[in-house]
């Protein structure tokens, strides 16, 4: 009962998908983190099943693009895409430490924010018009690898502080149990890239790794550690990264 009480706290987090209501306590929230990429898999079907159906149906590549952008947006509620831009804002003031931390705590998008939005739509449109049927794969495996590594993320790296989304999950987890059961899903969704195109694979693992890894560098050093912003910055950052780095081959 714990765990299916994990999944629907996770699925009610991190996305959009309707869920019965129960009440959020120590221990249905120890294990969230584990079910965190399964939201990725709910995505990566759901883009998987419309490029399928895209392809059946004869729509045009900017049709196919544009719905393929959206739909982890709407899959998510734009968690994601708000941490981004958040993220975005904050690192463009060129302010002190404590005053990007409040900065990321903002509700109101600064032009750069904007730009941001502007840019990344823009960025990702352009390369989904160009993915064929070799990419889908692959990609869609990407939805929960990145999530797996958000969570490991989460649960691994300092926090930049004791409130905040990222710092509730950190610490109402029981962090050895998802480190292991996060690097297993890790590794899993390795081995399912390789084993669906062993050079998409590889470079998809490889700019995932490579962003999480920036992107702790780039938490630590500017804020102090991570918060829930700057894991939706990431999210969003190593999706487009794979996308490119697949679809460009």
């Not at 990344?120 to 797996?148: H, K, M, N, P, Q």
């Not at 050079?199 to 550690?225: E, P, Q």
Request: hydrophobic letters at 55%; proline letters at 2%; charged letters at 15%.
């Amino acid at each position: 009962m714990k765990v299916l009480e994990s999944i629907v706290v996770a699925f009610s987090m991190y996305s959009k998908i309707p869920m019965p209501h129960i009440e959020w306590n120590k221990e249905n929230m120890k294990n969230v983190l584990c079910f965190f990429p399964w939201v990725g898999a709910v995505a990566g079907v759901l883009v998987w099943l419309w490029f399928r159906v895209s392809d059946q149906l004869g729509f045009g590549v900017m049709l196919r693009a544009s719905v393929a952008v959206l739909i982890p947006v709407l899959v998510t509620g734009g968690i994601h895409l708000d941490g981004l831009l958040d993220t975005a804002d904050a690192l463009s003031s060129w302010q002190t430490r404590e005053r990007r931390l409040e900065i990321l705590k903002d509700s109101h998008a600064g032009a750069f924010a904007i730009i941001v939005c502007c840019g990344y739509f823009l960025a990702a449109f352009g390369i989904w018009t160009e993915a064929g049927a070799e990419d889908i794969g692959v990609l869609a495996v990407g939805f929960i690898l990145s999530r797996a590594l958000n969570g490991f993320g989460i649960c691994t790296f300092p926090c930049a502080k004791n409130s905040g989304l990222a710092a509730t999950f950190a610490q109402a987890a029981d962090r050895k149990r998802c480190q292991i059961v996060l690097v297993i899903e890790i590794l899993l969704c390795i081995a399912g890239m390789l084993l669906i195109d062993p050079l998409r694979g590889t470079t998809a693992a490889v700019a995932a790794v490579v962003v999480c890894l920036c992107c702790r560098r780039m938490a630590i050093k500017t804020f102090g550690g991570i918060t829930g912003d700057i894991q939706g910055f990431f999210q969003q950052i190593c999706e487009l990264a794979m996308a490119y780095v697949v679809i460009l081959q």
